[in-house]
């Protein structure tokens, strides 16, 4: 057990975690150097959103060898919408790497994820990354960790951690600040470090197998693949072991693996303190106790955060409904969502009167969920996300959070005026650099829905924007509107360049000349806040009679496309999204003009 290191490796998002580990993982010799991965980047992203986005979504293991020690390395999302994945995975490790970059200094997800590691007694080695910035202040950085510590540590030995610095991308990692950054140099201080600082696994071989199930993979050939840390004993291939939940049922480990660089190997036994793989107990879930027959008392289950945002998600019933999808019905969409439920612990899963109430972190949360079902070929529904409310002590509460932006000095006044008309609280405000400023506001959840991409457009792009849940507060007053009206198809069929161009003249257009739209579905967004009817889809009469303006070419300019995070944020409650692979589309619930004018009719 001497010869094994588990560490989890933790940073906020961008801080350059997984270029880090790309680093180790190239220079441990684990590929060929005629290998594809030598040439890329971000190897362990290998989910083709975490690839699009830059940012690791799901928890992974690899391992690397140097010396003769054994080094397990957890990588853990940094956004906090993510954070459950960073909770039920920290437990398997037995010190951090808590990546900073040199410019920006701790953000919030930092103090989230180096709250947790301390909770779990974890040894921290701080790693400054990205020092060769030209805007790195490495005074101002490290002053903000010490106090990060200060803050947040339990104990004494907790404040004495180490710090290195590293260029990620380079593959350099110093143990002082260098002069010269561009001075030869590698990652085997860092790993010297973590052999030397982080301590061997503590756990008992002696006594009875036993383990908690941290995570799940899945192989077609082999099934269920169950991943975690052996707590006590030794696990043997084709011993017998239970689910202390249900111990009057035995299963047999048929194949059992341990991590080498990005792939496994097969072992025949693995004792406490490694972390494994094996198949052969098909209904184990996250978090539930896997032991010997003999002893069946469970281990303690891990704590996860709750979810504070739920969306309605609903078969598509759109007019254009299973033109474009291979999954359509609520019994395959049922089936995928109880898929999700067994690795997403973040997650909640409520079934309703023909729909679903889906509960999670945050709006990058959810529209991860939405955007791989798409991918995977479902069609579905859903509808504004709402905040979720909770009742405590008789008095209704909703979530508050806290968000810091990073803007240019000449953008000061728009974060001000938006915060304030979404009752934001400023807590404090800095200048943190030539040109910079940093707020920190404590904001109602419910009134950053759209927040993100609506400063990103005013500030045209330059906006640092980060968030964290801080506690619950008593549901204050209604917001007002954010949004304009908007302009809806009064007819079904194709959208013609002649409709287009009579109605770019009451707002800005969703929809390009050739598509297909139907009535009630939204087109456009137009400057007042009331909503509006327009056919698209009417084409020029034809007659023999000419004049000298009638023939000139339409000009349209390109149609505004959402991506679906921002269609999610763009909805109101009476209006939906409809997903499909090839589409989104934003729709009233209500497609006819009579029916919207029933719903809003006050009952007698």
């Known amino acids: 057990m001497n010869q094994i290191r588990n560490i989890a490796v933790i940073a906020h998002v961008d801080h350059g975690k997984t270029t880090l580990i790309d680093a180790l993982l190239k220079q441990t010799n684990n590929f060929r150097e005629n290998q594809a991965e030598m040439q890329q980047e971000q190897i362990l992203d290998s989910n083709d959103l975490e690839r699009e986005r830059g940012i690791t979504i799901l928890a992974k293991n690899c391992a690397i060898e140097f010396g003769d020690t054994h080094i397990n390395i957890i990588d853990t999302p940094g956004h906090a919408d993510f954070s459950g994945e960073v909770e ?16 920006e200094g701790p953000m919030p997800q930092t103090r989230f994820v180096l709250k947790k590691a301390l909770d779990l007694d974890l040894r921290i ?15 101002r950085t490290e002053s903000r960790i010490d106090d990060l510590f200060l803050d947040l540590a339990h104990t004494e030995e907790q404040l004495h951690f180490l710090k290195l610095y590293a260029v990620a991308r380079e593959g350099k990692v110093f143990l002082d600040l260098p002069s010269d950054f561009n001075q030869e ?7 010297e470090t973590i052999v030397k600082e982080i301590p061997a696994p503590a756990n008992k071989v002696e006594g009875v197998f036993k383990m908690s199930v941290t995570s799940l993979d899945y192989d ?13 004993g030794v696990i043997k291939k084709g011993s017998k072991v239970i689910l202390t939940e249900n111990p009057s049922k035995q299963y047999t480990i048929e194949k059992l693996m341990t991590s080498q660089g990005l792939g496994r190997i097969e072992v025949n036994e693995a004792s406490a303190g490694q972390i494994v793989a094996f198949t052969g107990v098909p209904e184990a879930h996250i978090g539930k106790t896997i032991s010997d027959p003999s002893d069946k008392e469970s281990l303690p289950s891990m704590s996860i955060g709750e979810p504070t945002l739920h969306i309605n998600l609903a078969p598509n019933s759109s007019p254009f409904a299973g033109n474009e999808g291979e999954y359509t019905t609520s019994r395959q969409i049922e089936e995928r969502l109880d898929r999700e439920l067994e690795s997403n612990v ?6 309703l009167s023909g729909s679903y109430r889906i509960s999670g972190r945050g709006e990058l949360h959810l529209s991860i969920l939405l955007e791989t079902m798409r991918r ?9 996300p709402e905040v979720i409310i909770k009742e405590m002590d008789g008095v209704k509460k909703e979530p508050l959070e806290e968000v810091t932006i990073v803007v240019p000095n000449e953008y000061q006044g728009v974060i001000n005026q938006e915060f304030g008309k979404r009752q934001g609280e400023m807590k404090h405000m800095e200048s943190i650099s030539d040109g910079e400023t940093e707020f920190v506001f404590s904001i109602p959840a419910r009134a ?12 045209k792009g330059t906006v640092v924007y980060n968030s964290q849940l801080i506690g619950w507060q008593p549901v204050g007053k209604s917001l007002p509107q954010m949004r304009n009206g908007v302009l809806i198809a009064s007819d079904t069929g194709e959208a013609l360049a002649y409709g287009l161009n009579a109605a770019q003249a009451r707002g800005v257009l969703f929809v390009a000349p050739g598509e297909k739209i139907y009535q009630g579905q939204i087109v456009g967004l137009q400057p007042k806040d009331n909503d509006m009817e327009v056919n698209i889809c009417k084409g020029k009469k034809l007659t023999n009679m000419r004049s000298k303006s009638s023939d000139g070419v339409v000009q349209l300019p390109p149609a505004i496309k959402y991506s679906l995070e921002e269609a999610l944020d763009f909805l109101e409650a009476d209006e ?22 029933r719903q809003r009719r006050p009952e007698n």
């Open 576 to 597: 939906l999204l409809e997903i499909t692979p090839k589409s989104l589309r934003l729709r009233k619930k209500f497609l006819t003009d009579i029916e919207r004018r």
């Open 376 to 384: 995977e070929g479902f069609e579905m529904e859903v509808g504004k």
């Open 185 to 191: 140099a590698d990652t085997k201080p860092l790993l």
């Open 125 to 139: 080695i701080v790693v400054i990354n990205k020092i060769d910035k030209p805007n790195a202040d490495l005074v």
């Open 88 to 103: 039920r995975t920290l437990g398997m490790a037995d010190g951090a790497l808590l990546i900073i970059d040199a410019q």
């Open 220 to 232: 077609s050939h082999i099934g269920r693949i169950v991943i975690g840390k052996v707590h006590q």
């Open 346 to 351: 973040g997650l909640r899963i409520e079934k």
């Open 448 to 459: 950053t829905l759209g927040m993100r991409s609506m400063l990103l457009t005013q500030t």
